[in-house]
């Protein structure tokens, strides 16, 4: 056991330096090296000493504390981030890729505040920045933990540099609704319209919805899954995964509308759909024309072409381009505005605070002003 300047008993492995007084820990990592940890206070390398070896046990440090950044990536990639569904990788990767010419060949324990910043006020948007930021704080954390570097300089890059201003987000009104539906009736993707719009459910979750979901008995569609599309090794696949949170797996329950949307899609399946579906992938509610799982892009590119013919229809009409989560934006917003209690729809959509939904859905439409209107007129006249 080594001792403290004053002769006191520091622990096995722990001992201080008399020139400088300096905490010095040590012990054999799983590679067989020996391992030094350094503190100026005697609780500072405890806590980096217990660190090191939870770091050691859980696979997460590496040979070297001289390697680059991109040997990190790849290292923490492979080892922190194991577990991780391959999509999610995939949106690690691209994060990281942004800043990755201007830190990848810097070594880690030479990397400081100033040449992070420099590479992160490169970046176009204060979204890309505040992405790439977080893979390099996760990165540098578990750095830290494995006594790669003595601080993560990382948590102090700034990523609000052009301070663009944010998009209200877009919500159909109840005319635009009423409108893209009557045109959309034709379309393949009918049916996933509806049930997007009185679910409120996810693109992925459709995607990923299968007929045993379905409980017309009790009128509920159960979330179990998401369908996710991805590159891998150089080509595009399709996994069906459980949702990413307990509270992403729910029961939300069924309106009419959507009832008859599912019964339709149903026939619609079975009388378009004549190929045979992809392994795994058989029980699809929502299939492309070839019976293969749908994508984002497909149903964008299906919302566009509606679009297109709306206003070849109606060239004078102001109506906004959006996106297939519109769908779900404008599924939230109906229900508050029928003054749905707020925990009811953030159960519905699946989020995990409260706070989110607070925060994503408390915005006045265009709608709800008139509808506010109307409400004070009412009461003048009264």
């Not at 890729?97 to 204060?126: C, P, S, Y």
């Not at 159960?347 to 265009?366: K, N, P």
């Amino acid at each position: 056991m080594g001792k403290s300047l004053n002769g006191k008993e520091l622990g096995k492995g722990i001992s201080q330096r008399k020139e400088d007084g300096l905490y010095i820990a040590r012990f054999t990592n799983r590679f067989g090296k020996r391992q030094v940890i350094s503190d100026k206070t005697y609780n500072g390398v405890q806590k980096k000493l217990r660190e090191a070896i939870v770091a050691d046990d859980k696979a997460i440090n590496v040979v070297s504390n001289n390697m680059t950044l991109d040997e990190w990536f790849e290292k923490w990639m492979a080892t922190c981030k194991k577990n991780c569904r391959n999509n999610t990788k995939d949106t690690y990767a691209r994060h990281y890729k942004r800043v990755r010419k201007a830190l990848g060949w810097r070594k880690l324990n030479k990397l400081n505040l100033v040449v992070m910043q420099d590479a992160i006020n490169e970046l176009r948007t204060d979204n890309e920045r505040k992405n790439s930021k977080k893979i390099l704080v996760d990165m540098l954390e578990k750095a830290l933990a494995s006594d790669l570097i003595t601080k993560n300089v990382a948590k102090q890059i700034t990523t609000e540099i052009t301070k663009e201003d944010k998009k209200p987000r877009r919500v159909l009104t109840v005319e635009e609704t009423k409108l893209f539906l009557e045109y959309a009736e034709d379309t393949f993707y009918y049916s996933l319209f509806i049930v997007a719009l009185e679910t409120g459910m996810r693109i992925g979750e459709l995607s990923g919805l299968q007929w045993d979901d379905v409980d017309y008995k009790n009128k509920i569609i159960h979330v179990r899954h998401s369908m996710t599309y991805f590159s891998k090794d150089g080509k595009y696949t399709f996994e069906l995964h459980p949702t990413k949170t307990n509270k992403g797996m729910r029961d939300i329950p069924l309106t009419e509308k959507a009832i008859k949307a599912l019964k339709r899609q149903y026939f619609v399946k079975k009388s378009v759909c004549d190929k045979e579906p992809m392994e795994g992938f058989e029980d699809l509610v929502f299939v492309t024309k070839n019976n293969k799982p749908t994508t984002q892009f497909l149903v964008s590119e299906c919302i566009e072409g509606i679009m297109i013919k709306i206003h070849k229809d109606y060239p004078d009409l102001v109506f906004e381009k959006f996106t297939p989560h519109c769908f779900r934006h404008t599924f939230a917003t109906r229900w508050l505005e029928a003054e749905v209690p707020i925990k009811t729809v953030s159960a519905i959509l699946g989020h995990s605070q409260l706070q989110l939904t607070t925060d994503l859905y408390m915005h006045v439409t265009t709608d709800s002003l008139f509808k506010g209107l109307e409400q004070f007129e009412e009461r003048q006249v009264g």
